[in-house]
């Protein structure tokens, strides 16, 4: 059996350092492999600003000192991209940052976890 992968999904802001963290605790107590994840929509420019460059290299450099694999990817259909991603890693826990659009119907987080309810993965938000 493949070691259970925890995944952190960050954006491009240096914040997502404690989304990170978390991650590590919670692979650490499971004894799973870490990965972070940033999904830039296909409308999204890559590094826009000189702020989110510098913020991808910082979340780089924290996921190297977690011993994690750091992905970043462009989709047009982010919510799928993710799916795709916990499935074909054998992703047992997710970690999300809380989405200022927690209250909206339909917000990437309720996508996902209904995209998976027929399947057993935890999926966290940490709050701000």
Same mark, same amino acid.
């Given at each position: 059996?493949?070691?259970?992968?925890?995944?952190v999904?960050?954006? *491009?802001?240096?914040?997502? #350092?404690?989304?990170?963290? $978390?991650?590590?605790?919670?692979a650490?107590?499971?004894?799973?492999?870490?990965?972070?994840?940033?999904?830039?929509?296909?409308?999204q420019?890559?590094?826009? *600003?000189?702020?989110? $460059?510098?913020?991808?290299?910082?979340?780089?450099?924290?996921?190297?000192?977690?011993? $994690? #694999?750091?992905? %970043?990817?462009?989709?047009?259909?982010?919510?799928? *991209?993710?799916?795709?991603?916990?499935?074909?890693?054998?992703?047992?826990? %997710?970690?999300?940052?809380?989405?200022?659009? $927690?209250?909206?119907?339909?917000?990437?987080?309720?996508?996902?976890?209904?995209?998976?309810?027929?399947? *057993?993965?935890?999926?966290?938000?940490?709050?701000?």
């Amino acid at each position: 059996m493949e070691q259970p992968v925890v995944l952190v999904c960050v954006t *491009t802001q240096k914040s997502c #350092e404690r989304l990170i963290e $978390a991650g590590a605790k919670a692979a650490a107590a499971t004894q799973a492999k870490l990965h972070v994840i940033h999904v830039a929509g296909s409308h999204q420019r890559f590094f826009n *600003t000189l702020n989110e $460059a510098d913020a991808l290299e910082f979340l780089f450099g924290v996921s190297k000192t977690h011993e $994690a #694999e750091m992905t %970043v990817v462009r989709s047009e259909d982010v919510a799928q *991209t993710l799916v795709d991603y916990v499935r074909e890693n054998g992703v047992h826990m %997710v970690i999300f940052g809380q989405s200022p659009d $927690a209250d909206k119907p339909g917000n990437l987080i309720e996508k996902v976890r209904e995209m998976l309810a027929d399947e *057993t993965i935890a999926i966290a938000v940490q709050a701000r």
